[in-house]
């Protein structure tokens, strides 16, 4: 079983296999409505660890996840395109896709036992593009 986790925009990446450990999709709508209502919301919530860069390479995908969560919403590259793909015994469970997701809250937590830090990457889809949102699934990668 792995993630795929791609974040696409003014500079595109994708978060290293090894470090994604779970991956969680909430359709959100007001807990007060007693009908399906148009208040509805997209949440991903992505958690895993920090590895550091191995093999000379500079590429850390997780700092790049760090210094998206601290773009200003005045900037348009706030809202990025980000893919994950769930692939279990060769089968592609669940690919979900937020076309405009923007970052909600980013956590990172170190300790000094461990020796690895861990991530807390919670994204939201813009509002009014709620409809573009894909889920797809059940079929062979």
Same mark, same amino acid.
Not at 76 to 81: A, F, Q
């Given at each position: ?75 348009? =590259? ?49 509002? =009014? ?13």
């Amino acid at each position: 079983m792995s993630f795929l986790v791609k974040v696409e925009g003014s500079e595109s990446f994708e978060v290293a296999k090894e470090c994604v450990r779970s991956v969680k999709v909430t359709t959100d709508i007001p807990l007060d409505s007693n009908a399906r209502t148009k208040d509805v919301g997209a949440t991903m919530v992505i958690t895993g660890k920090i590895l550091a860069a191995l093999d000379g390479d500079i590429t850390d995908s997780t700092r790049k996840l760090a210094l998206w969560s601290v773009v200003p919403a005045e900037k348009v =590259d706030c809202y990025r395109k980000v893919t994950v793909e769930h692939v279990a015994g060769g089968v592609m469970e669940r690919k979900y896709c937020f076309p405009n997701a923007f970052v909600l809250d980013y956590k990172e937590e170190f300790g000094d036992v461990e020796g690895t830090g861990t991530f807390t990457l919670v994204l939201r889809q813009k509002k =009014d593009k709620i409809a573009s949102v894909a889920v797809e699934g059940n079929y062979s990668a």
